[in-house]
C-alpha cells in the first residue's frame, strides 16, 4: 500500500481518494476550502496542513482539479518538497501543452508525471467506475493504474505524456455531439408541437439513441438543470479542443458551434446548470 | 389477410414487402425498375402492370420510394383508380406539408391516409425490426399499424397527418448529431496522432457513446463507406429538417453544418457513400 496525496476534493476527487481509502492506502487530502475534507478525515484520511507537507509525505500526489491553471498552480507549489521519484497523477482536463510543460519541470527535479482525465462523471466517481486515458512512460503509465484501479472501469495508456489529455478532448467532441443532437432534435419536436416524452423514447431507442439520451434526456424532460457536468466546466474544455485543433490545423465546426451555444447559457448566468440546458437555448428561454 | 399493393422495391421497400408476403397477406408490387420484384414474385407477389392496376386492385396501399415528389408521383396516378375506403401508407420520409396536401387530396376522393416513415436502416427492414412514426386519424393508424406488424420493432401514433414526418425529421436531427461527435472526434483523434481503434473503442463506450459509435464506428475504421444510408438521402432529409424548422421560426445549426459538411461529400461525387464517410471531410481526403 503506497503513501497517497491527493489534492481536489470536489464531485470528482472526493468519492475517488474514498474509494483509495477503502483499498487501504494511506491517504492525506489537501483542499482550496478544507471543509470538504471533513468526511474524508472521518473515514481515516490525513488533512495535509499545505502542500509542501502533502508532498513530503507521498509516494503517489494525485491532483484533481479544475483548470490548466489550477493545476500549474498545485504541483509547483509541491515540485521542490517530493521526494525523488515520486509519481504525480493529474486527473483534471487540462490543455495537454501544460501536461508536457509540467512533466519537463518535474523530471528536472527527478520527478515523474501521467495525464490521467477520467471520464463517467460524478456517478462514475461514486461507483468507482471511472474510464481513464493515461499520457506517460509505459512504467508510470502502469504504476499510476494500479494505484487507481480502486475506481476504475477502464484505463488505459493512450501514449506519452499529453496524450491522455488528447484523447479526453476528443472524448469531449463526442459529448458536444451527442449533446446538441439530443437538444436540438428535441427542441425541434417540442417546437412542432409533438410529444417530447414520446419523442425521447422513440428517437432514443434508435440509429439517434446515445448516452446522451438515456442519461441527460430524462433530466431535460424534468426541467432539471442541475449538475451533472457544468456548463462552465464544459466550455472550459471546449475551448483546450478548440486550441488544440487550431494548433494541429483541424477545423472542428460542431465543437466550436456548441460552445458558442453553452456560452450563451453563461452569458445568461447559468454557467453552473447541467450541459443539457443547452435545450433552453434552443426554446429561447434563458 | 388484406390486399396489399407496395409500390417502390428498393433497399427498404423490398424486404418490408417481402415480410408482409412471409405473413399471408395478398401482396400485390411494383416498381420503376421492373426487375427488382423478380424475387418478391418467386416469393408468391403478384407484379402490378402499372400503378393504374395496382391501386384496383388493393385495399391498403403502401409507398416506400425516395423524395417528396416522388411520393407525389405514384399517389396521384394512383388516386383516381383506388376504391372508396382505401388506405395508403406512405413509408417514405418527404416534407410534412406534402403529406398534409396529399391526404387532402386524398379525402376528397374518399381515400385515406398515413404518414409512416421508418428508421432502423436496411438491417432493420431485413429483419423485420423498424421503428415507424405513424401520423393520421386513430383508426386509421391503428390499421395501418397492423399491416405493417410483421416489420415493426415499435411503431406508435404521433400525432396528425405529418406529425409522422415531423418526428422523423427530429429523429434525423438526432442522428446527425451523434454522427458528427463520431466523425469530429475521430478525426481530432487521428490528427493528433492518437491510435483510431483505441479511441472509438474508450471513448464510444463512455459519455460519448451513441448507436452511431457502435454501428457507424466500425465502418469508419475500416473506411468501408458503401451505404448504409447514403449521403444523398441524408442531405435529402436534412434539407427537409432545415425547411420545416425555417417554417417554425426555430434555428437548427448543427443540422445545418451537418448538411453543409455531406454536401461536400456530394460535390465531390460520393453522394453514394455512407454517411460515416463524413470523416474524410475533416481529414480533407475527397
Redesign the interface.
Known sequence: MARVGFVGLGVMGAPMAGHLLSAGHSVSVWNRTPGKADSLVEKGAKMAPNLASLAENSDVIISCVGRSEDVDQVVSAMADCAAAGTLFIDQSTIEPAMARSLARRLAEKGLRFVDAPV???SMGAQNGAL?I?CGGSEADVIEAIEIMAPYTK?A?R??EVG?GQ??K??????????????C??????A?????VE??HS????????????Q?YGPKLLASDWSPGFSVKNQTKDFGY?ES??AD????????A??NE?LKRLADAGREEDTTAALYDV?LDRL
Open positions: 471520464t463517467g462523471g474510464t486515458f477502464r488505459e493512450v501514449g496524450a488528447m484523447m478532448l476528443a472524448n469531449q467532441v463526442a459529448v458536444g455531439g451527442a449533446l446538441v443532437g439530443l436540438e432534435s428535441l427542441a425541434f419536436a417546437k412542432v408541437g409533438l410529444d414520446q419523442a422513440m428517437i432514443g431507442g434508435g440509429a439517434g439513441g446515445s448516452w446522451a439520451f442519461n479542443c488544440a485543433a494541429l490545423g483541424l477545423e472542428i465546426p460542431m465543437t458551434l456548441v451555444l434552443y
